[in-house]
């Protein structure tokens, strides 16, 4: 049996990269997956390269309207979920000295805000015995220049696994964190303003990772998968790293 055979599955930023390649696994092993965006032509590829059992909603996760469009849509067509993975996030590198308010709260209302009501607004249809997967980063636990605002969100990620942990544990929703290093998706390129710099930003992630390369997202999906399944039915509250080992040595 698939692990998860006639499971219902939310992935926010499901249109590219990681949560692509997590809706992918996902299907895969059996689940009908509810797919997000911001960009509809993304989203439209997506669904054809998932290929079955995939349904795309149009939205952006800082916008409670689309949020409560989504869940509605997902209540009439579904009834319940099984699994959510709040993947949607958002980079830019920005140093202390350059940040404007704006940069921080764009940050922040996509990566924290967006993740805390997709969060709380799945709750009525999340089954009990379900699990909510938070796509953090390595970079909460570590500093690295002009990342400041974006690591400030993912740890903000890594607290609210620990207390909505404790706070769904009546109903046995299990919430945990995956928190991935460099994953070669197109958000790497989205953080240079040119590809002879993205090629040394390549260079400089593989220097600073002990396997010597990016991970591939495929990776961070099987990782996603053990979270969703029931291979991880003791595991709560916990943070799955995904990173060549860059934040632990």
Do not use: C
């Not at 390649?21 to 797919?35: D, L, P, R, S, T």
């Not at 869940?71 to 709040?86: F, M, Q, R």
């Not at 999340?126 to 938070?134: E, H, P, T």
């Not at 040394?200 to 997202?217: A, M, Q, T, W, Y």
């Amino acid at each position: 049996m698939k692990k998860l055979e006639n499971k219902v599955a939310v992935i926010t930023g499901g249109n590219s990269g990681i949560g692509l390649a997590i809706a992918k696994e996902f299907v895969a092993e059996g689940a009908y997956v509810f797919i997000t965006g911001r960009r509809q032509a993304e989203l439209d590829q997506a669904v054809k390269e998932i290929g079955s059992n995939v349904r795309a909603i149009q939205g952006d996760v800082s916008n409670l309207d689309d949020l409560d469009r989504l869940y509605n849509t997902i209540k009439a067509e579904k009834g319940s979920i099984d699994v959510l993975v709040a993947n949607a996030g958002i980079v830019e590198l920005v140093p202390l000295a350059e940040s404007t308010a704006e940069h921080f709260d764009k940050i922040f209302n996509t990566n924290a805000r967006g993740v805390f009501f997709t969060a709380q607004k799945a709750l009525p249809l999340m089954k009990d015995g379900g699990s909510i997967v938070l796509v953090s980063s390595g970079l909460h636990s570590k500093g690295l220049a002009r990342y400041g605002v974006y690591a400030a969100t993912k740890a903000a990620l890594r607290s609210f696994a620990r207390t909505w942990a404790v706070e769904l544990k009546d109903r046995q929703i299990r919430v945990n964190t995956l928190s991935p290093g460099p994953i070669d998706t197109p958000i790497i390129a989205a953080q240079f303003p040119n590809a002879e710099a993205e090629a040394k930003g390549r260079e400089f992630f593989k220097s600073i990772v002990p396997l010597n390369r990016l991970g591939d997202p495929s990776e961070t999906a099987k990782a996603a998968l053990f979270l969703a399944s029931s291979d991880s039915s003791y595991i709560t509250a916990t943070d799955l790293v995904v990173d060549g080992g860059l934040t632990q040595v």
